[in-house]
């Protein structure tokens, strides 16, 4: 590989330097032989969560650990074409970006050891003018790494966080039948029920490098599958591969896996509520050691307070879709109607739970776990830098009680319009990545206000006279 002087050296660069680690290298070839692979994904993540990337042979991965591979920057929208018939994230003729992998995400996909995988970062091509080499501003992944270490640089904290993904399974042997003044929530009879999905899923999982905690049936359909929590970067790696094993199973058992937020009227929502603690070194700087009872240092509070301020203003990323914020209208199915807190409440927008634990519970199952934890860095900064008071914590139902915080947005417009007006918000996700989510996004809503949909038709089609 070719190693540029110190003076004109690009994050590109630096990552084919880390890339050039020998030992690092050796070790990846010998696992690839190890289990046979003979084709890698190199995949990155969309604003939207998606993943995608390239497959090559096996036999390129020299190459490739220079090189990386080439694609073109409009699929980081999902190659979307807005209402007018524009391409968002450039047009037709943006430049190609380049997607080089991380040496230490490699992993041999377990449901079929000849196929391995890499986490890649972004650049600009190196035939840019100017800005050849540079992060890719629009790389969701690349950005919440650089954001997480300049916040640790800064103020010697790392952010960790496990994540409790909820999701809907459908299909033959899953229908479930109970009395509508009973919940089949916490059931063995129905997780035994869902024993090949979580089987195999687990399975999975620990394969690729996850601690799996625990699970839980929690309606119709509805299943958690909890991992160890971990470094904020990881937890999103994690998240991001758990959704591609919950796709991998339900095509290998023929059945139908939802991260749709709210699956039915009347059903619980699907959440991914994100657990929060604050670490240095080897402390969680949220609690006191020795204490019991439940509490929050004054670091702590100061980090509720700034997660408190910009709750608002993070909506549109906690809540991504039309469909997010019909999870938020049902009063009483756990999910939060308020911006507030309190001590093991889980009627609150963020719940102090054991340990020094901050339990948020805005982020629904389609949630990008780089956008989320991005803002959550960001929003804690703010909060440590300028003291943010919480205020007293909740208490009692937060259900139809008040909150001295700006109002919780309840529809995919409200949140694109706290989303502008909230530049911590906005500066965590880059300038170029927020215009783009939010272009993204505003069509979004603009395409669901246009839609006639089977309410209206129930409603009004033969209303009149």
Known sequence: MTITSPSTTTALDRHRERNADQDAVDAVQKRIADAGVEYVYYQSVTVNGRVIGKVVPAVHLLRNLEKGVQMHRTVLADFQVDRAGNLLGGGTQAAEFTAVPDLDTFAVLPWDTG?????????EPEHRAEI???????????????????????????????????????GPGLEVRHRPDDSPAYRV????????????????????GFDMIEGDYEDPGQIELNWMYDHADLTADRLVTYRQICRQVARELGVTASFMPKPATGAMGNGCHHNLSLWRGGENVLAEPGRRDLHLTETGRHALGGILSHAAGAMAVMGPTVNSYKRYWDSGQFAPSRIN???????CTVRLSANGRLEFKLPDAMVNPYLSHAVLIA?????????????????GSSYGAGSRFTALPLTLGEALTAFAGDTVVQRALSEETADLYHAYKSDEWARFCGAVTDWEHMMYSEDTP
């Open 115 to 123: 196929v391995g995988r890499f986490f890649c970062r972004l650049y």
């Open 132 to 170: 050849g080499g540079r992060p890719l501003a629009t790389d969701v992944r690349g950005n919440l790494i650089r954001l997480h270490a300049e916040f640790t640089a800064r103020t010697g904290l790392e952010l960790r966080s496990g994540c409790e993904p909820e999701m809907t399974w459908t």
């Open 189 to 208: 009879d129905l997780l035994e029920r869902s024993r090949p999905i979580y089987q195999k899923v687990m399975t999975y999982a620990r394969a690729l």
């Open 341 to 347: 807190w309190g001590m093991d409440n889980k009627t």
């Open 379 to 395: 929003a804690i900064s703010d909060g440590l830098d300028n003291r943010i008071d919480p205020g007293p914590p909740q208490q």
